[in-house]
């Protein structure tokens, strides 16, 4: 049994408490409040000071893509469709296997420096499955699934079920604690790669098998066009390939509805074109969402109707997507972006708050993936998944209200100390779990066969 003492412990859905604690068993809390009565509750218990830190529940990045983590900085292209494309090339000619394990260690690592403990990661490779298991992280992986050829449904689903097996067998081998932190999703990826025929396939055997759903959804303007009326780039990229696509007309939420996909209670990621006056519909079917601020600016989509969204009742998490679309994995800074963003969109400067915004980086992200009775929160029963951040730094100092200074001026960097499932993960400015010289060196090689030719 351990005592972890702070200046601040912010359990989220209780007040901050100035010198506070926790104290930990194994890979759960047991209690939580002021150190002093605590160490007199608990006295057999070791006591650890952090120090001038806030004590907080480790951050939850509910959409990434950890094996495209070397692709940053790669892709910066203004035209969706052309994005996408080069990210397609690249995967298939010039990364290997091993290359897409080290993109996906790298990710890990940037993870657990920036305080997130849980990550909702979309792959099509194995390698964000075996990175978050060797690196102490918790999370889920959801396998994508392609297949835009409706005369190709059989195929895509008997692949998908093929990766499947195989992310079975690989947690079957693996330690009961990287089995126990890390699960398995399905992502049919989105209407544009993905026919009607194979998503109402893939939502009727993930709702029978218990697999959760995640999928790419009202993202771009060129989507909402396709299903409108079949145009935009990537109708005229299903056209140029001689792929039929029957346009139904209508919006994506309708058309996931008519589809049955809405049935499972999907997470649907960014979101952005969707228009407010659906959030009833999604709310009716349990449908949750990916928030993803920076991705949606960087990339000229827009910003997604965050407040519809949290005033319908939805569960609503922040993802930082890809770096090869955001070029960072710092949740921390990916709230100030979206709150500053908000602000500026609303004309609105009371929302939304620093108190809010930490609960979507936490217990609503949590939520959001139907982990929120395992963790976002610091409360007992739950998973021992914390993190520590310098309070004493120039950038947070000084200090007058712990959670202001957290969402506006800390940032990934003063992480300083995480813990996941009872077990330190980063101190003293090292990562415990993963080599971070080698990860380091091994992307600089792979970085020498991305860089395009100068123009």
Known sequence: MELLAARWVLPVTSPPIREGAVVISGSRLVAVGEASPLRQAYPEALLTDLGEVALLPGLVNVHSHLELTVLRGRLERSDFRGWIGELIALKAQRLTVDDLLVSARLGCLEAIR?????????????????????????????QECFGPDPGQVETAFDQLQRKLAGH???????????????????????????????????????????????????????????????????????????????????SMVEYLDRLGVLATAPLLIHGVTIDPAETPRLAAHGVRLAHCPKSNAKLGHGIAPLRSWLTGGLAVGL????????NGGDLLEEARFGALLHRADGRDAAWPDADLMLRLLTIEGARALHLEDEIGSLEPGKRADLIAIDLCQPATSPLYDPVTTLLFSASGRDVCWTMVDGRVLFEKGRVTTLDEDALLASARQIAVKLTPPLR
């Open 114 to 142: 920036a305080g997130v403990t849980t990550l909702a990661d979309t792959a099509d490779a194995p390698t964000p499955l075996m990175a978050l298991a060797e690196s102490g992280l918790r999370g889920i992986v959801y």
């Open 319 to 326: 993802g930082t997507d890809s770096v090869a679309s955001n």
């Open 168 to 250: 079975g067998q690989f947690l079957a081998s693996a330690s009961p604690q990287a089995s126990g932190r890390v699960r398995v999703g399905i992502s049919p990826h989105a209407p544009y790669s993905v026919s009607a025929s194979l998503y109402r396939r893939v939502a009727r055997w993930a709702s029978d098998e218990g697999f959760d759903l995640a999928l790419h959804a009202a993202e771009s303007r060129d989507e909402r066009q396709l299903l409108a009326d079949g145009g935009g780039a990537f109708g005229e990229s299903l056209r140029t390939r001689e792929i039929p696509f029957d346009r139904p007309g209508c």
